[in-house]
């Protein structure tokens, strides 16, 4: 589209509507020839201002040439009123003239995209209204590309946050399991390559994952659609965390080029058991944060990354979870952030923002409150996600 | 980040300076691809003595020279990471990884 065939521009210049004000026939006929000879052929003609006006407002042409002295309504009027209305900033208005410096000068000060010498020079005016009516395309056709784009990012962007657990799956989940789920989603462009979910296995037990690919923006993005049907037959179909990763890590490794990878935690949380087992591929550690003994356990998020070696010997690892205790989860996005001296956060950060807060009643809300007060605007933009699960009962 | 390529016989250090970050791709591309193809190349040592940061995308470049480096016989190492640099190399393995070139 932008780098469309400069004859194809050319081409449809000529479809261009061009108006010209003229009290004079012979002026009119004159300029109408010349038009007309090159291959302009939606020509329409005003006598004087106030029929130039109604062809202006009613059927906005592409380019407009204007004589000055005419009865009833001048040049200057039809200047002045058309430049009044927004919807023609851009529209190319050349003066016809043979007045003299200081008047020149009021048709500029009045609006006047150029100037014409009259009597009318074929070449001159071709030459002017070809450049401009190439820059009306081009400004045309970017106008339309980036709406169209926009909105292909503003549909894929409501696609991506169909990919996260919807109000009804959380409500199930708080009703049922006994535990309340917050999160937060912010992308750093339109789309973004981080990906979070919940899957309920039984009436005991809850899958939830945080994946981060590498990379922001639509390609990674495209990587999240790729994977998310992927993952929930994974989840489904598998016991233990790290045999998931395993899997998940396998097609990764089958379908991303070298240099693209994801991280992610992937934890089953045991109600009867009070525990959560997980695995990790290099993701944030995840915590633990008690509110009733105020105690905050930092897990372990050591492993490969996803998608870089055919197999990733992943871990089962473990953490108490019993009641009153959270589990809290975050992208890289958080804890890579830097405060306003341009210090990053780092995980020890993160914890503190936890430990800090964690007598407060809207303990989800303070964090994300502090973690955005703290947060400077240097450093890396990335993706964010941040996930908690409350076992209440 | 401000590259330097050092030969001495087959080995070839990349000193690499500030912080290693998406944007260096260019730049990093064309520094490896001049390293790794040269004559009677067999060993690139990256140095990371004087980085202060690393993003994902840098270690996708990591893996990227690691690729090249299997292709074309050449072994890659990592040296000399600190603070969080190390820190994410080695909770993404990737110390564990080059080392077994």
Not at chain 1, 30 to 42: M, R
Not at chain 1, 68 to 87: A, S
Not at chain 1, 92 to 118: D, H, S
Not at chain 1, 363 to 382: I, L, P, Q, W, Y
Request: charged share 25%; glycine share 6%.
């Amino acid at each position: 589209m932008i780098d469309q065939d400069f004859q194809e521009i050319e081409k449809r210049i000529y479809k261009s509507k061009i108006l010209v004000v003229d009290d004079s026939p012979l002026n009119r006929e004159l300029i109408k020839s010349y038009l007309t000879s090159v291959g302009f052929h939606n020509i329409a003609f005003a006598e004087n201002g106030r029929q130039a006006l109604d062809i202006i407002f009613g059927d906005s042409p592409d380019f407009v040439i204007l004589d000055i002295i005419m009865p009833e309504v001048d040049g200057f009027e039809v200047l002045e009123k058309v430049r009044k209305d927004r919807r023609f900033d851009n529209l190319p208005i050349f003066v016809q003239t043979a007045l003299n410096q200081e008047e020149r000068l009021k048709v500029f000060n009045c609006g006047a995209t150029g100037l014409l010498m009259k009597p009318i020079n074929q070449a001159e005016l071709l030459s002017s209204l070809k450049a401009h009516l190439q820059t009306g395309v081009l400004i045309k056709d970017l106008k339309s590309y980036s709406q169209r784009v926009s909105k292909d990012l503003d549909l894929a962007k409501s696609m991506q946050i169909d990919l996260l657990p919807n109000a009804h799956t959380l409500d199930f989940i708080e009703k049922k399991m006994g535990i309340l789920i917050h999160s937060e989603f912010v992308t750093s462009d339109e789309l973004g390559g981080d990906l979070w979910g919940v899957e309920p296995i039984s009436d005991s037990l809850l899958s939830v994952y945080v994946l981060d690919f590498s990379g922001h923006g639509i390609m990674a993005a495209l990587n999240t659609f790729r994977l998310s049907s992927f993952l929930k037959q994974v989840l489904q179909t598998t016991k233990s965390p790290s045999a998931c990763l395993e899997k998940i890590n396998k097609y990764l490794f089958d379908n991303l080029p070298t240099g693209q990878f994801a991280t992610m935690f992937l934890g089953i949380v045991d109600l009867e058991e009070g525990k959560i087992s997980y695995a990790s591929a290099s993701a944030p550690p995840p915590f633990i944060v008690n509110h009733e003994t105020l105690e905050v356990l930092s897990g372990n998020g050591e492993g490969f990354p996803l998608g870089i070696v055919e197999n990733g010997g992943y871990e089962d690892r473990e953490m108490a979870f019993n009641t009153g205790s959270r589990l809290f989860l975050y992208s890289d996005g958080m804890s890579e952030s830097c405060d306003h001296k341009g210090n990053m956060f780092d995980d020890e950060g993160i914890q503190n923002f936890l430990e800090s807060n964690i007598s407060e009643k809207r303990f989800f809300e303070s964090v994300m409150r502090d973690f955005r007060v703290r947060k400077g605007n240097a450093g890396t933009e990335d993706d964010l996600t941040v996930v908690s699960l409350k076992r209440n009962a | 980040m401000d590259i330097n390529l050092n030969y001495s016989g087959s080995q070839v250090i990349l000193s690499l300076k500030g912080r290693f970050t998406f944007k260096d791709y260019e730049q990093w591309r064309k520094a490896v691809s001049e390293a790794v193809s040269r004559d009677g190349i067999t060993s690139v040592v990256v140095d990371f003595s004087d980085v202060e940061f690393i993003d994902s995308a840098a270690i996708g470049m990591l893996l990227v020279l690691r690729e090249e480096g299997q292709e074309k016989k050449v072994s890659i190492s990592i040296e000399n990471s600190q603070g969080q640099v190390h820190k994410i190399l080695e909770l993404s393995k990737m110390l564990e990884l080059f080392s077994k070139n």
